[in-house]
């Protein structure tokens, strides 16, 4: 980390903070521990931390610098126009309702989905009048959508109370029939915000990277690529929909609030295919996450519910696969991490076997529903990744 530091600081007079941290995710160094070690290096004086027009930028300690109408400055500026300036949210919104709109084509008609764009579902959500970025209702449960596109990591850290975007989550959270539980979409959410999350039945996806729309963000690749943050940005061209209509993020703000019907799902969906492959992936992932861990709310009664914990744990490993999973490789797995999960094991274990027929024909339902493909004994994701960055972040934040 030091030497990042000096790599950056002896060669430029000063270098952004906030997109330095930004830069070392890439190389598996998260904000939660870089942002430390800069501090640390403040507090021995070895760097300065220092402002220029409100944006936080590190330099030696006592030496001199001179920002202005540098190059550093300029990229700097631009990189904080598109993350920091009011259209930062409204393509990345954009493009996850396009996403959704397409998989709501793609899963079987029996299961009960739809998508809706930006707004306020206060009839839906039982009163609740919050703006949302999105509303996924599926198996009929609601899921309502909190897009975050900044570069900072999206924490919730004990004593500073949580991050906007958090909050707004939960605060349209119910237990009440039907729930509503929360989504967060950033580019990567610490551990503890996922904690959050779950306890509200809630859950986040990362899509490592920041979403850009290139017409609108003219001079954006330049400036990442100057910062050395190119790979931390996806930057997508206008989406074609159907009738011919192009939407950037403030065009499809326009449509949502003044022509609803231009943007309904089926006139979205064939746009998808102008989204990265790798986006899609992670979202079609979460959406069958969402999907599966809904089976426990809904079973009625013990074997089920315990089955489809077993199903549940499973299926995050198989997103995690790259080569499938032998059902009964499928099984086994579930039912060791359900195992060590379950606080009464040793009267599951007495229905082990009914728990597991269960589980199979949970995994038969998932088929049948094309969120699960199958050749031969081996069951494989639907072209899915899991929703959920593998971190490992340091004990203590």
Not at 68 to 90: L, M, P
Not at 239 to 247: F, H, K, T
Not at 281 to 305: C, E, P, S, W
């Amino acid at each position: 980390m030091k030497n990042a530091v000096e790599e950056r600081l002896d060669k430029w007079q000063a270098w952004p903070a906030n997109i330095f941290k930004l830069e070392l995710e890439k190389a598996g160094v998260y904000q939660n521990f870089s942002g430390r070690c800069l501090l640390e290096l403040a507090d021995n004086d070895e760097i300065e931390r220092i402002y220029i027009d409100n944006i936080p930028y590190m330099k030696w300690a006592e030496e001199e610098h001179s920002l202005e109408e540098s190059q550093i400055k300029e990229a700097t500026e631009t990189f904080y126009d598109f993350t920091d300036g009011s259209h930062k949210s409204t393509f990345p919104e954009l493009t996850l309702y396009v996403a959704l709109s397409k998989e709501k084509e793609l899963i079987n008609d029996a299961v009960q989905i739809d998508v809706h764009p930006k707004g306020h579902y206060t009839s839906l959500l039982r009163g609740i009048d919050n703006e949302i970025d999105g509303l996924l209702m599926l198996n009929h449960e609601y899921f309502p959508l909190q897009v975050y596109n900044g570069m900072q990591l999206i924490s919730d850290t004990v004593g500073n109370g949580r991050q906007k975007k958090v909050k707004q989550a939960i605060d349209v959270s119910t237990d009440e029939n039907p729930p509503s539980n929360p989504v967060l979409i950033s580019h990567l959410a610490a551990e503890n915000v996922r904690d959050v999350m779950r306890s509200y039945n809630g859950t986040v996806i990362d899509t490592q990277k920041l979403i850009a729309c290139k017409e609108t963000n003219p001079d954006l690749a330049d400036a990442a690529r100057f910062l050395n943050v190119r790979d931390c940005v996806e930057i997508i061209p206008r989406l074609q929909i159907r009738d011919g209509l192009s939407l950037d993020g403030k065009r499809f703000d326009e449509l949502v609030f003044n022509v609803p019907h231009a943007i309904i799902p089926r006139k979205m969906a064939p746009a998808a295919t102008q989204l990265p492959d790798w986006y899609r992936r992670i979202v079609r992932g979460a959406l069958h996450l969402l999907y599966v861990n809904t089976f426990y709310r809904r079973a009625d009664n013990r074997t089920k519910r315990e089955a489809s914990i077993l199903v549940q744990e499973a299926f995050h490993h198989l997103l995690r696969s790259d080569h499938g999973m032998n059902v009964d490789r499928f099984i086994d797995t579930g039912w060791n991490e359900f195992r060590q999960r379950y606080r009464n094991i040793k009267y599951a274990e007495q229905r082990q076997d009914s728990i597991e027929q269960q589980a199979r024909e949970y995994v038969l339902t998932l088929r049948n529903h094309n969120v699960l493909t199958q050749n031969g004994d081996t069951i494989y994701a639907r072209a899915s990744d899991h929703p959920h960055s593998s971190l490992s972040f340091p004990s203590g934040y």
